[in-house]
Nanobody
Framework: QLQLVQSGGGLVQPGGSIKLACEADIFTRDHSAVAWFRQAPGKERKGIQCIEWRHNARYYTEHHRERFTISRDNPKNTVYLLMKRLRPDDTALYYC?????????????????WGQGTQVTVSS
């Protein structure tokens, strides 16, 4: 099954920043909307932000607007998540997901493709 290719995870100190990436050729083919999710240990998967083909953003978790920024580089078929001022409770598996058509769905809506997940650990 097709997976989106994720990169950029790792160990980060509290207060630091990290930038995740999600790449797939289908972004161009489908004019995909792409979202970032995370799942902390023992917690449910939660949507963070979504970005449409034409760069409009949708914030599934409103308070993350203060620290997290989604962006995309369409010629590179890549979507990014920049996370700043990281906290230990940001520690989670981070996933990207995509849907064709260019419009961000509801958080619980249809997501046709998923990345493999990447671990972000915020710790001293």
């Amino acid at each position: 099954q097709l997976q989106l290719v994720q990169s950029g995870g790792g160990l980060v100190q509290p207060g630091g920043s990290i930038k995740l990436a999600c790449e797939a050729d289908i972004f161009t083919r489908d004019h995909s909307a792409v979202a970032w999710f995370r799942q902390a240990p023992g917690k449910e998967r939660k949507g963070i932000q979504c970005i449409e083909w034409r760069h409009n953003a949708r914030y599934y978790t409103e308070h993350h607007r203060e620290r997290f920024t989604i962006s995309r580089d369409n010629p590179k078929n890549t979507v990014y998540l920049l996370m700043k001022r990281l906290r230990p409770d940001d520690t989670a598996l981070y996933y990207c997901a995509a849907v064709p058509g260019g419009v961000c769905p509801e958080e619980s809506g249809q997501w046709d493709y998923w990345g493999q997940g990447t671990q972000v650990t915020v710790s001293s």
